[in-house]
């Protein structure tokens, strides 16, 4: 009886049985970003497969409508691929490979075969959350061929990873107790543990086992901070964290404590890995990054790579003109400027993109782009993040009005007073009301604000901003947002160190342990394919490799150029400059549209990968949190 209990349970999870996607009736929260991954490797194509191998590996952002079902549909079309079933709770076809070529989808969860179907892992409850895996895998044989055996009652690990220093006694699933010996000067770690049955979760912790409270545990891989005395705790097959666990099964936890003492040595010591890595990456400048900055899709989704490429001063007139008419031709098949009901940073990133081309946000081939931005209500319904990037997008250009059209009125004043109020009293900003600031929304803040620098107000929000950076950058030049060290922190922060015109090169409040932010971001650096991870141990990825080039573009824009072409030519003051209707701005178009618009299709892929349209909300760069339009 217990085995069939637990066949009907995994049908729900390798089927991928689902219910209907929800539909909200609220504005969504941000809750982070999650992996997505698509792979086969059961099904040859000489076999008859359409496919094989890995055919999606990307981030996606999700909120509180999702679960993580939505994130994969998310992922998936963000990819330029198709899925058939989600709507309906059946997965069956991914991409052309379905159950007619004699195999079906099973989905896992931070490596576990979930005992329910994917919706029931959410974000507004939790159990879907910041730097979770979802990968989808083709099998021919009910999992068999993936190691999966849904009839093992073995709640051991297979095997335990930690990045750095030694395991003692050698690692032996029978036992539970280890001591791991760090050399001195590390002081964070990630372990990736395996268990050996899928059927089980597993998750990880620090000092305190924790297992009922959802969040407090460490993602496969994740780097965390510890000390000489601390415990990793390892759990597999807790009940708080699966709705069923089989009679008889019980429990395994495995208990490892850190010993972060050394045995002093009077010969000379090896370098650490740190240390090793240490001026390689340094020999990495600003000047290379934009040698190798990867090529642009010029296609709607992809902002921040226009973005970029004006700022490293590579944007061509083919580009140009390619992607005004993706935008145009993107905006025709809406029907309406307003990109989004409910994200207004969508269209503050395509008002951003346009403006360094010139063309005319007030009447963009007739779609008042800039009218959309003129509510308030409709900027900051996304909350800090709205109000910073309309901000921003207006400020692309201190000429630009806003239009005089909105039922609560936008202005200049209205939005520097949004997030000036939005300030902690540790100095700092967050996405989520009352907690603890975090370094990459506080440069979000201060790269709107840089230009108001000269107003009391905002030089004083600015000084104790500056504090708290300083005040929490790690001794490796990085910052730590929601307990984990992450590449966007470090990116949001150049960004706007650069646009207040510190050099962080050279301002002490910013060199620790003579390691600068640049320093930090280069660790995050993969030179096989240019990009950049989002944590240290991590491969690169599209949310992570658009920030960084981002924050170097402007640093090199800002701190490289010449000061007059940076996007405000003049430093406007609180009192807003004039704010006249859209009518009265000339006419700025100068790009004629290509006769055959290229409208993004499914040959975006190598885009989607890097810079997808879940970067249009890019305001969504805070809520990689731990980890991290």
Same mark, same amino acid.
């Given at each position: ?11 729900? !999870? ?11 009736t ?71 490979l ?5 195999g ?11 005992d ?7 974000a ?18 009910? =999992?068999? @061929? ?5 009839? %093992? ?7 335990i990873?930690? %990045? ?28 990736? /543990? ?20 959802? =969040? ?15 415990? $990793?705790?390892?759990g ?6 699966? %709705?069923?666990?089989?009679?008889? $099964? ?50 709607? =989704? ?65 779609? /008042? ?46 939005? $520097? ?22 370094a ?5 803040a201060l790269?709107?604000? !840089? ?5 009391? &107000?905002? &030089? ?32 949001? #922060?150049?960004a ?11 301002d ?10 640049? @320093? ?17 141990? =991590? ?25 007059? &072409?940076?996007?405000? #030519? ?11 209707a859209?009518?009265t ?32 909300s ?12």
């Amino acid at each position: 009886m217990k085995k069939t209990v637990k066949l009907l349970s995994l049908t729900g !999870a390798a089927a991928v049985m689902v219910t209907a996607l929800p539909i909200s009736t609220y504005a969504a929260e941000p809750k982070g970003q999650v992996r997505v991954i698509v792979e086969n490797s059961t099904l040859s194509q000489e076999n008859g497969a359409v496919w094989e191998g890995v055919l999606l590996d990307s981030t996606v952002a999700i909120d509180s409508d999702d679960n993580a079902l939505t994130a994969f549909v998310k992922a998936v079309s963000a990819g330029g691929f198709t899925q058939t079933g989600a709507d309906t709770g059946f997965v069956s076809d991914i991409n052309g490979l379905s159950s007619e070529n004699g195999g079906a989808w099973m989905a896992t969860l931070d490596d576990w075969f979930t005992d329910e179907g994917l919706s029931a892992y959410t974000a507004q409850d939790g159990k879907l959350s910041d730097g979770d895996e979802i990968r989808f895998m083709y099998t021919m044989n009910w =999992g068999a @061929d993936l190691g999966y055996d849904w009839q %093992s009652i073995d709640t051991t690990l297979a095997d335990i990873v930690f %990045s750095a220093g030694t395991l003692t006694p050698d690692f032996d699933p029978a036992v539970t107790e280890y001591t791991l010996d760090l050399p001195e000067e590390v002081n964070n770690i990630s372990v990736v /543990p395996t268990a050996s049955s899928q059927s089980f979760r597993v998750k990880t912790y620090k000092n305190d086992y924790t297992a009922d409270q959802l =969040g407090t545990d460490y993602k496969k891989g994740e780097t965390f901070s510890v000390a000489d005395g601390d415990t $990793v705790i390892i759990g597999v097959a807790n009940s708080a964290w699966m %709705s069923y666990v089989p009679d008889g $099964v019980t429990e395994t936890v495995y208990r490892i404590a850190v010993n972060a003492k050394v045995e002093e040595s009077s010969e000379p010591s090896e370098p650490s890995q740190q240390e090793e890595s240490k001026p390689e990456q340094k020999q990495m400048t600003v000047d290379d990054l934009k040698s190798v900055y990867p090529a642009q899709q010029a296609v709607y =989704g992809n902002e921040w790579g226009m973005i970029t490429l004006e700022r490293f001063g590579l944007m061509t007139e083919e580009i140009k003109s390619q992607y005004i008419a993706n935008v145009k031709a993107y905006l025709d098949s809406l029907g309406t400027a307003k990109i989004s009901n409910t994200r207004s940073t969508a269209v503050s990133g395509v008002m951003m993109a346009l403006s360094g081309m010139g063309a005319d946000i007030y009447d963009f081939y007739g779609y /008042p782009l800039a009218e959309q931005l003129a509510d308030m209500d409709y900027v900051t319904n996304q909350g800090i993040n709205g109000a910073i990037y309309a901000l921003m997008a207006f400020d692309t250009n201190a000429e630009y009005a806003i239009p005089k059209c909105g039922t609560n009125q936008t202005t200049r004043e209205k939005l $520097v007073a949004a997030i000036l109020e939005a300030q902690g009293n540790d100095g700092g900003w967050t996405f989520d009301t009352g907690n603890v600031s975090d370094a990459d929304m506080t440069g979000m803040a201060l790269q709107a604000l !840089a230009p108001y620098r000269k107003d009391a &107000k905002v &030089k004083n929000a600015i000084e104790k901003a500056l504090t708290f950076l300083s005040d929490n950058q790690k001794d490796n030049g990085g910052f730590v947002s929601y307990g984990a060290e992450d590449s966007e922190s470090c990116s949001q #922060v150049i960004a706007a160190l650069a646009m207040l015109d510190v050099d962080i090169f050279s301002d002490t409040r910013f060199i620790k342990n003579d390691n600068t932010v640049f @320093d930090a971001l280069m660790r995050f650096y993969r030179e096989e394919d240019n990009g950049f991870a989002h944590a240290p141990n =991590g491969e690169s990825n599209a949310l992570s490799t658009a920030q960084a080039y981002f924050a170097v573009s402007t640093m090199y824009q800002y701190a490289y150029q010449d000061m007059t &072409k940076r996007p405000v #030519v003049n430093e406007p003051s609180v009192a807003p400059v004039k704010e006249q209707a859209s009518q009265t701005i000339s006419e700025q178009s100068s790009t004629v549209l290509p006769s055959s618009p290229a409208v993004p299709t499914g040959d975006a892929q190598n885009f989607v990968l890097l810079f997808g349209t879940t970067l249009l909300s890019a305001a969504v760069i805070p809520m990689l949190r731990k980890r991290k339009t």
